[in-house]
């Protein structure tokens, strides 16, 4: 009886990182039914100082499993990779039931500068991503979309970020009709970088 629930592992670890991929969404009202074409992407993104580190600090979503399990969010970080100046090579780490998980994506460019589409397969498939705010150094504020729902989410180079970088945050994600009662915070201790090969989603192979 191991079997079924360590198949459902992947979905659950999926649907709680919130990514964006359309599991378990509310129908948005029409007022937040932004396409992320409205969404300006960063003026003088320079990607390659994208690479490194960083901690999943917020995110604002309807999903309902993080309306439902907001108690139980994990410490989250990603690992960033820019492959041939271009593309995004990101994995991420959580833990779920004390172990911790990576998964891994590939984000390659679209149409236009800080705008990617996520390259995957099954439930990571035909996701838009813009890199909405950025300096590089100490944050970077990213949306993400499935069909016409979005989710917007904060990242950190540290745990922490200024209370300043949370208001620029807060005031995007109401851009898109969003709002405090879908915003999640993260817990800024717990962190792990690191899975063994039996707890890898890799979503960047055919």
Do not use: N
Request: glycine share 10%; net charge positive.
């Amino acid at each position: 009886m191991a079997a079924p629930r360590r198949l459902a592992l992947p979905l659950l670890l999926l649907v709680g990182l919130g990514l964006g991929l359309g599991l378990g969404l509310r129908p948005p009202p029409p007022s937040a039914r932004c396409p992320l074409d409205a969404v300006a992407a960063a003026e003088g993104l320079r990607l390659p100082q994208l690479a490194g580190r960083w901690f999943l600090v917020g995110m604002a979503s309807r999903c309902s499993y993080l309306a439902e399990h907001s108690h139980q969010l994990e410490a989250t970080v990603v690992m960033v990779t820019v492959l041939d100046g271009q593309s995004l090579a990101v994995s991420t780490f959580r833990k779920m039931d004390g172990m911790c998980w990576e998964i891994r994506q590939r984000y390659v460019p679209a149409r236009a500068s800080g705008r990617f589409l996520l390259k995957g397969r099954g439930y990571g498939s035909k996701v838009d991503m813009v890199v909405g705010e950025t300096d590089h150094s100490s944050y970077a504020i990213l949306y993400y979309q499935k069909g016409r729902s979005i989710s917007v989410k904060l990242y950190g180079r540290s745990s922490r970020v200024s209370d300043a970088i949370v208001e620029k945050f807060e005031q995007r994600v109401k851009a898109v009709g969003l709002s405090e009662d879908f915003t999640y915070y993260f817990p800024t201790y717990g962190f792990c970088d690191s899975a063994d090969e039996f707890h890898i989603l890799d979503e960047t192979k055919p």
